[in-house]
């Protein structure tokens, strides 16, 4: 299994608190990505990471912002968490080019009351 | 648009029964993989089979293998023999621009086996 782990593994929080989510890597993997999966969605992409301090947004960015100050850690921060952001997060890895899979890690299911 | 489409929200099967899984993508480049993943009620996601764009032949990885057809521009799963844990979410994903973005998922099936 991929080194993947993610923290807190579930949270409740209050709607206008600020929530910050933690993945840590140890493959030393170039790309770091968060998602959410919501019931009829699928999982769709928030943030990734192509690099130290190399960011991109992606499907479903508004109210999430990231940081990658090191290869192994992103965090993925809600400013200002609102009840539309209670989801199941999932922060993936990978190498760049085909074949390479992306590994999950574990999820963060986040309540937002 | 949607990039990947899964048409089938749930699907039953008898075990010991072969299951097709539809999956249809939309993509104008020439390099890309495409990806399905497994989701059991305990939520990780495990990595079932990879179909790469240039790929003549079609994968398989033991129970499953991928019917690829590419000018259709489809990527269903196909699992023989099917199992009771084999009930669980299935999805299709797609990297594109050879394999330099990130995974695109579609929707999913919800696949329940019956003994």
């Known amino acids: 299994d991929a080194g993947i782990t993610q923290s807190p593994r579930h949270k409740v929080t209050e709607t206008g608190t600020p929530v910050t989510l933690r993945c840590h890597q140890t493959e030393n993997h170039r790309y770091m990505y968060w998602y959410r999966q919501d019931p009829g969605h699928g999982l769709r992409l928030i943030h990734y990471s192509y690099g130290v301090k190399d960011t991109d947004k992606g499907e479903v960015s508004d109210g999430y912002s990231v940081s990658r100050s090191k290869t192994e850690d992103f965090l993925l921060t809600l400013e200002s968490a609102t009840s539309s952001q209670t989801s199941v997060y999932f922060c993936?890895?990978?190498?760049?080019?085909?074949?390479?899979?992306?590994?999950f890690g574990p999820g963060t299911r986040l309540t937002v009351t | 648009a949607q990039k990947i489409t899964q048409t089938q929200p749930g699907m039953f099967v008898q075990e010991k029964e072969a299951v097709t899984l539809d999956c249809t993508y939309d993509?104008?480049?020439?390099?890309?993989?495409l990806f399905w993943y497994k989701q059991p009620s305990s939520g990780e996601m495990i990595f079932l089979i990879y179909q790469g764009s240039y790929d003549e032949q079609n994968a398989t990885e033991g129970r499953y293998s991928l019917n690829f057809q590419k000018a259709r521009k489809s990527a269903n799963l196909v699992i023989s023999a099917s199992q009771l844990g084999d009930s669980a979410m299935y999805f299709c994903a797609m990297r594109e621009s050879n394999g330099n973005t990130p995974l695109v998922f579609g929707k999913g099936t919800r696949l329940s086996v019956i003994a």
């Open positions: 993936a890895i990978s190498e760049s080019g085909l074949p390479a899979e992306q590994y």
């Open positions: 993509t104008s480049d020439q390099s890309y993989g």
